[in-house]
């Protein structure tokens, strides 16, 4: 049971009967680094002052606790983290890939560069457009790290990415073990050399990955996020190759790829050579006051009885939990004869009502952006409602778009931005579709 225990570091309440404190080998690692006026948390590096975190008791004395990584277990100064180094493997495994497809010229070149990037133990941003084909870009670099002997990581900030990925991954390697990790799952966790994880789970990691891959790098929560970048940092060994990939890298990214701190691969163009869909705009004065005031909005309400027509699923994201309560019941209760469902990050049944939709057994989609990326349903259009409401940033945008053409059989497809009032957002999100279909066109990437 030792093997819990390799590459990470945790609390007691974490370890299970079966292991021992007592046990001489188990490394005993200070959970706080504590100085006059500053406590840092070990586990997610999260910096104090001690007045801000103290807490006293007649029964323990004062000492201190870290709020922010609180979800994963309470850090208290007066315990220890628990620990134990992977032991060292340098046993070569033969290896095969399970998959009967063929990469592009121009996916190929970017699997050799992330073959190259683990040889050389670098860091390597994939930007690659919505439906590019990144994960099959990454079979061969993981086929050649796993024969090595290395151990992986793919980490997201979604669940819903990683529930996508994960299916496809054992697809790919179905004689490698694989362990999925995020917040609400059911199994136990056990020793693997391949993890798919979400990047809140590399928390618990310390110098465990030869290979550390973060895909969706710029999505919410890790986007911007001091403690999941040191997250990052730690989970993965010193030497380590670390890999990015995106459709829509931040700014930072950029800067680093301008000064040449960051080596980077671009692909603008599917690997069905089919151009991304652009989207279309449709104006409706006043969207969320007609919805809040029981009426479906008419030109709303025209596009949705077209895609009824022709019997096209359609994925409707929403600016707010309100609004999408409100005008799912509206039209639920208008178009009864339809399969109308919804679904948000708090929602129970997410994950049923995601397979549904897979599955074709849904129409009308209704959904916040806790869906905008990741995830495939094919043969779908997509409908922005409110897509003006800053929620909806460029990148959203972008991604959100991205969800319609993925499939080679479907290619095309409908995208419509329903607004009351053309957001910059909206404007950069279309100027940035066209550049990349323009970019792909120029290179003979498109049929």
């Not at 890999?243 to 980077?264: D, F, G, N, S, V």
């Not at 069905?272 to 008419?298: A, C, D, F, M, T």
Request: proline share 4%; hydrophobic share 40%.
């Amino acid at each position: 049971m030792e093997e819990l225990l390799w590459g990470r570091r945790l609390l007691r309440c974490e370890m299970g009967k079966e292991l021992s404190e007592e046990n001489h080998e188990i490394l005993r690692l200070p959970t706080m680094e504590l100085q006059k006026n500053q406590i840092t948390c070990l586990r997610c590096g999260t910096k104090y002052h001690p007045d801000e975190i103290k807490i006293s008791s007649k029964n323990h004395g004062s000492f201190y606790y870290c709020p922010a990584c609180i979800q994963l277990g309470r850090v208290e100064s007066r315990l220890s983290f628990y620990s134990l180094p992977e032991p060292v493997s340098a046993c070569r495994k033969k290896i095969q890939v399970a998959w009967s497809g063929k990469l592009t010229d121009s996916q190929r070149k970017i699997s050799d560069s992330l073959v190259e990037t683990i040889e050389k133990k670098r860091e390597h941003l994939v930007e690659a457009v919505t439906g590019a084909g990144k994960t099959e870009m990454l079979f061969e670099c993981i086929l050649s790290s796993l024969c090595k002997g290395y151990r992986i990581a793919i980490a997201s900030p979604r669940v819903d990415v990683l529930l996508e990925l994960y299916p496809r991954f054992k697809a790919a390697f179905p004689k490698v073990e694989m362990a999925l990790l995020y917040g609400k799952q059911e199994s136990p966790y056990y020793y693997t050399s391949f993890v798919l994880c979400t990047t809140h789970q590399l928390l618990r990691f310390f110098h465990a990955f030869d290979v550390l891959i973060i895909d969706e790098v710029d999505a919410f929560p890790f986007r911007n996020n001091a403690v999941l970048a040191y997250g990052v940092e730690n989970a993965k060994k010193c030497d380590a190759a670390l890999i990015y990939l995106t459709a829509t890298p931040t700014k930072e990214m950029r800067q680093l790829i301008k000064k040449k701190e960051l080596c980077q691969s671009l692909l603008p163009a599917r690997y069905h050579r089919h151009p991304l869909v652009v989207p279309k705009e449709k104006w409706i004065w006043q969207i969320s006051k007609k919805i809040k005031n029981g009426k479906i909005p008419y030109a709303f309400e025209k596009e949705l009885k077209e895609q009824i027509l022709n019997k096209k699923r359609t994925l409707i994201f929403c600016s707010s939990l309100v609004l999408m309560e409100k005008i799912f019941t509206l039209v639920q209760g208008r178009f009864p004869d339809i399969a109308v469902e919804r679904v948000s990050a708090d929602d129970q049944l997410r994950k049923e009502k995601v397979t549904q939709m897979r599955q074709g057994k849904i129409d009308l989609f209704f959904c916040t952006t806790i869906l905008e990326r990741g995830v495939t349903f094919p043969g779908i259009d997509v409908f922005i409602l409110k897509a003006d409401h800053r929620v909806f940033n460029e990148a959203a945008l972008i991604q959100i778009s991205g969800r319609v053409g993925r499939n080679a059989a479907m290619p095309a497809g409908r995208v419509i931005f329903f607004h009351s009032g053309r957001s910059n957002a909206m404007k950069k999100a279309i100027q940035h579709i066209k550049k990349m279909n323009q970019a792909a066109d120029e290179q003979g990437l498109l049929l």
